[in-house]
């Protein structure tokens, strides 16, 4: 890594976000759970989360790349969502809590979007090193679970509220060390956002990451629940949740050579195509060890890959000040309206069968298969840009 990039200092940031995912996403569900939640509440309260990422993303990337400087914003978001949170300590009433989680996921929101184009503008000319980068997050996410899953074998989950609280206050901390590059824009033509939100290669894109995240929905929703249910302790739960994001990492390891070798497109169908077989894995032999180790690893590829791929693309689709609005629209339109969709239907459908959750999760990656063979093809899905 070239020595003008501050390496470690967005690294640092991406490891506590991440860390902080991590302490949320395999434990929130079993929180709620132990505080009485129904899998309906459960899946409703996720799905109020998620679905702040529609607007939320949209609105800091507007302002953020029309009324510099963008680290401002990210550092408001992290101190408010941090602030907001706080209210958690307050009630623990099914409405107060999807307050508060809808007011802290709004300013978290303004974020994580607008750090990764402050990322690639620092490694102008380097991008295919962003996930040597990124790969810090998912070091911080297996941390965060795996020892989380061990404590909380022995320790009261109502401790979850605290532990997340520290980790939003070392965000805004680790924030507060990164400065701004200003964005080398081009301007090789004039072209609109909406004009290039109407080329089919884009929509086709996004509505893949729609599918996809959509897909999600049982995994973060009740993934651990599912498996507490088989009997799993919480020390193996949180290592399988550790085992898919260590695939993750080594695959970031890898990433940047798998750029120069394959096209984006080949990664893109391969990557969906493992996304269909892993939840019918988990579905259908969640009992089983053994497949449960194949189907975490395939992580790697669910998202991984996919979200490798995904900023690669959004870097390549949106230019000429356009930067900041398409990473937001990336995450609203995937981790928002998929995520939050998700999250919705698996709560619905958890009561009735968990397995035709997770059945729906490999249809939809499927059609997302077919969406991105059909449409999503171009010179931009080839070699780098």
Same mark, same amino acid.
């Given at each position: 890594?070239?020595?003008?990039?501050?390496?470690?200092?967005?690294?640092?940031?991406?490891?506590?976000?991440?860390?902080?995912?991590?302490?949320w996403v395999p434990y929130?569900?079993?929180?709620?759970?132990?505080?009485?939640?129904?899998?309906?509440?459960?899946?409703?309260?996720?799905?109020?989360?998620?679905?702040?990422?529609?607007?939320?993303?949209?609105?800091w990337g507007w302002l953020?790349?029309?009324?510099?400087?963008?680290?401002?914003?990210?550092?408001y978001g992290a101190f408010?969502?941090?602030?907001?949170?706080?209210?958690?300590?307050?009630?623990?009433?099914?409405?107060?809590?999807?307050?508060?989680?809808?007011?802290?996921?709004?300013?978290?929101?303004?974020?994580?979007?607008?750090?990764?184009?402050?990322?690639?503008?620092?490694?102008?000319?380097?991008?295919?090193?962003?996930?040597?980068?990124?790969?810090?997050?998912?070091?911080?996410?297996?941390?965060? +679970?795996?020892?989380?899953? %061990? $404590?909380?074998?022995? *320790?009261?989950?109502?401790? &979850?509220?605290?532990? =997340? /609280? @520290?980790?939003?206050?070392?965000?805004?901390?680790?924030?507060?060390?990164?400065?701004?590059?200003?964005?080398?824009?081009?301007?090789?033509?004039?072209?609109?956002?909406?004009?290039?939100?109407?080329?089919?290669?884009?929509?086709?894109?996004?509505?893949?990451?729609?599918?996809?995240?959509?897909?999600?929905?049982?995994?973060?929703?009740?993934?651990?629940?599912?498996?507490?249910?088989?009997?799993?302790?919480?020390?193996?739960?949180?290592?399988?949740?550790?085992?898919?994001?260590?695939?993750?990492?080594?695959?970031?390891? +890898?990433?940047?050579?798998? %750029? $120069?070798?394959?096209? *984006?497109?080949?990664?893109? &169908?391969?990557?969906? =195509? /493992? @996304?269909?077989?892993?939840?019918?894995?988990?579905?259908?032999?969640?009992?089983?060890?053994?497949?449960?180790?194949?189907?975490?690893?395939?992580?790697?590829?669910?998202?991984?890959?996919?979200?490798?791929?995904?900023?690669?693309?959004?870097?390549?689709?949106?230019?000429?000040?356009?930067?900041?609005?398409?990473?937001?629209?990336?995450?609203?339109?995937?981790?928002?309206?998929?995520?939050?969709?998700?999250?919705?239907?698996?709560?619905?459908?958890?009561?009735?069968?968990?397995?035709?959750?997770?059945?729906?999760?490999?249809?939809?990656?499927?059609?997302?298969?077919?969406?991105?063979?059909?449409?999503?093809?171009?010179?931009?899905?080839?070699?780098?840009?």
């Open positions: 890594m070239a020595v003008d990039v501050p390496y470690w200092r967005l690294s640092a940031f991406y490891f506590f976000y991440f860390a902080f995912l991590g302490s929130w569900s079993l929180y709620l759970e132990e505080i009485g939640f129904q899998a309906s509440a459960i899946g409703f309260t996720i799905a109020v989360m998620m679905s702040t990422k529609i607007v939320a993303p949209s609105l953020a790349d029309h009324h510099q400087p963008r680290m401002r914003i990210i550092r408010l969502s941090f602030f907001c949170f706080l209210g958690l300590f307050l009630d623990h009433s099914l409405w107060w809590i999807v307050l508060v989680v809808a007011c802290f996921s709004f300013f978290w929101n303004a974020v994580l979007a607008q750090f990764e184009v402050v990322t690639l503008s620092h490694l102008e000319g380097r991008y295919h090193r962003y996930s040597q980068i990124r790969l810090w997050g998912s070091v911080g996410f297996i941390i965060a +679970v795996a020892v989380l899953g %061990f $404590v909380f074998d022995f *320790v009261s989950l109502l401790i &979850l509220p605290w532990v =997340l /609280l @520290a980790l939003l206050v070392l965000i805004w901390l680790s924030s507060l060390f990164v400065s701004e590059k200003p964005l080398n824009i081009r301007h090789e033509s004039t072209e609109g956002l909406m004009s290039i939100l109407r080329k089919p290669v884009v929509l086709a894109f996004f509505v893949a990451c729609f599918l996809l995240q959509l897909a999600h929905g049982p995994y973060y929703a009740f993934f651990s629940i599912y498996l507490q249910d088989y009997g799993y302790s919480r020390t193996l739960i949180g290592q399988l949740w550790s085992l898919g994001v260590l695939a993750e990492v080594l695959l970031f390891l +890898v990433m940047h050579r798998l %750029f $120069v070798r394959f096209s *984006v497109r080949a990664i893109l &169908l391969v990557t969906l =195509l /493992l @996304a269909s077989v892993r939840w019918l894995l988990i579905g259908f032999y969640a009992d089983n060890i053994a497949v449960l180790f194949i189907a975490q690893c395939m992580h790697a590829a669910t998202f991984g890959s996919f979200h490798a791929v995904a900023i690669e693309l959004v870097r390549r689709f949106f230019k000429n000040g356009h930067e900041g609005q398409g990473q937001a629209l990336y995450g609203g339109i995937s981790f928002g309206a998929g995520g939050a969709l998700g999250a919705l239907v698996s709560g619905l459908l958890w009561e009735t069968s968990p397995l035709m959750t997770f059945v729906m999760a490999s249809g939809a990656s499927a059609l997302a298969l077919l969406v991105c063979f059909i449409w999503v093809k171009g010179d931009l899905l080839e070699g780098q840009t």
